[in-house]
């Protein structure tokens, strides 16, 4: 045993090619010590592969990857662990770099952006109606009502041109019943001109939804107003609910896009699905509990105002602090200054590393772009290339006749009640196709007023009249528009209808319409104008008893002899 305590582990260090001198004890005994220091040896193996694979799980867990199956020392394939093993892993574990970069993973964080910000907003904030509105009224229904029209309307448009419509709309209709009891045709009217017309439709089938549905009770929490809305959605009913109803919840629209991912420099498109679930769950991780509405509008309040698309205004940024790509602007500045200085000096020195995700080659939420140093913040967010508007041409034609008070009246048509423009009135019109002639286009636009109208209309009378360009979110229209002027004719249904210029200005119509309207204005106004100068000619020269002369240019000065005419050359001459 002596013997065996002094050999070399793990090695077999007797060799047993010697047999033939020892005896059959001794070899015996070489034998077994040999057979023990290969299992011993087997066993240390398995023991450093096991360590081996350990390592690589905790390197794994620390990239953020999940490992699969993996082969241990022995060639057997290791089970895949159980969701209940990987979810408790996931709670003892940190979250991986990239999710920490993109996030805020500091409570303390969180709490002095909320204050910071709320902050700012209480000095700074814009005094708007519908933010008075629901500071003081304190009847839940009329407050909820009152900042849900708000949300439509502010949908797509600028917040100074949403006022005055929002002002008309609640002193026409200061409750979902009022609305509810109005015809979609007084909505449309009191929509004209605010663009994207579908939005005063589903506010108006929403109130009769509430009135016949919902007992006149506007819904009273975010899921409520999500589902029994037509038209709302998850940002509108975000915002309705923490603002009027006070719940806790984030609300994420597009300038709150801008600030997000500004602040945790998220460059990929925003639009995205792994972009947008992450911003929400930013929202809703930021959002003050406490004041939930002047929160979420202080997040837009900011967006709007310091955070813009372009030029934003960092040095005025209250929560400039937490914003990783001003920090990233700012060590890129230094860094560049400093590489200036080491070429200046011919010295080394060092440089401050940029904070960035360690995942940026795959992580789902950082730019696939390069930075760009001209950009600056505006790095952050990278939108898709939009799609170019259709062109479209629309020949259009005003037909006018001479109304029973003496004030012209102007033809208009109902569009259909789906599609763009629903139930608004236009002038009559079709689309023009560039294969036919300027002469059978003409001849099928006379065709299509000779239908509404049941007369025949030829193109003879149509005069030209000029080009109107009024650009959708989707389409670049361009009306050619034409004037026709009509003795008489009778025609009034339902779908169609003759309006004088003032009733036309109130009607439901959209802004293309009053662009071209106001076209035939100026070609009136120039037509008088005009009139009015040759009879001013006419009058002075009646004033002082004679004709005017006129030049042989006119064609009034009488005819000289063929003498004289010889004359007056040579004598030019």
Known sequence: ????????????????????????????????????????????????????????????????????????????????????????EETTHPSSPSSTYHSFHDPADVVRLRSQLLSWYDEEKRELPWRTLAVTESDLNIRTYAVWVSEIMLQQTQVATVIAYYNKWLKRWPTVQDLAAATLEEVNQMWAGLGYYSRGKRLHEGAQKVVSELRGQMPRTVDGLLKQLPG??????????????????????????????????????????????????????????????????????????????????????????????????????????????????????????????????????????????????????????????????????????????GEDEYLLTQRPNKGLLAGLWEFPGLLQEEQRSDMKQKAALCAEISRILGTSVTDSPLQYVGEVVHDFSHIHQTYVVHTVRLKRADTQTEKVRWLTRSALQEAAVSTGVKKIAKLCDSLDSQKEKALKDGKGQKLASTKNGRKPKRSAADGGSRQLCLSSFFKTVKQEC
């Open 1 to 88: 045993m002596t013997l065996y305590a002094r050999l070399p582990f793990p090695c077999s260090v007797l060799d047993e090619r010697r047999s033939s001198s020892l005896s059959w004890r001794e070899l015996s005994w070489i034998r077994e010590v040999n057979r023990s220091a290969r299992v011993a040896q087997r066993d240390e193996i398995n023991r450093l592969m096991r360590c081996l694979s350990l390592s690589r799980l905790r390197s794994a867990m620390h990239r953020g990857k999940r490992p699969g199956l993996q082969v241990g020392g022995t060639g057997k394939a290791k089970r895949k662990r159980s969701k209940t093993a990987v979810k408790e």
């Open 232 to 405: 709302v959605g998850r940002y509108t009913a975000a915002a309705v609910g923490s603002i009027a109803l006070g719940q806790v919840t984030g609300a994420v629209d597009g300038n709150v896009i801008r600030v997000l991912c500004r602040l945790r420099a998220i460059g990929a498109d925003s639009t995205s699905p792994a972009v947008t679930e992450t911003l929400w769950s930013l929202a809703n991780t930021l959002v003050d509990p406490e004041r939930p509405g002047d929160f979420n509008q202080a997040m837009m309040e900011l967006g709007a105002r310091v955070c813009t698309p372009k030029g934003p205004l960092c040095s005025q940024c209250p929560i400039q602090s937490h914003c990783h790509s001003y920090h990233k602007v700012h060590i890129k500045q230094e860094k560049n200054s400093r590489k200036l200085l080491v070429k200046l000096d011919r010295k080394p020195s060092a440089l401050p590393d940029i904070e960035d995700c360690m995942n940026s080659g795959t992580c789902p939420l950082c730019p696939s772009e390069p930075w760009d140093d001209e950009l600056g913040v505006q790095n952050f967010p990278r939108k898709p290339s939009k799609k170019p508007p259709r062109v479209e041409r629309t020949l259009t034609c005003v037909v006018i006749r001479p109304g029973e008070e």
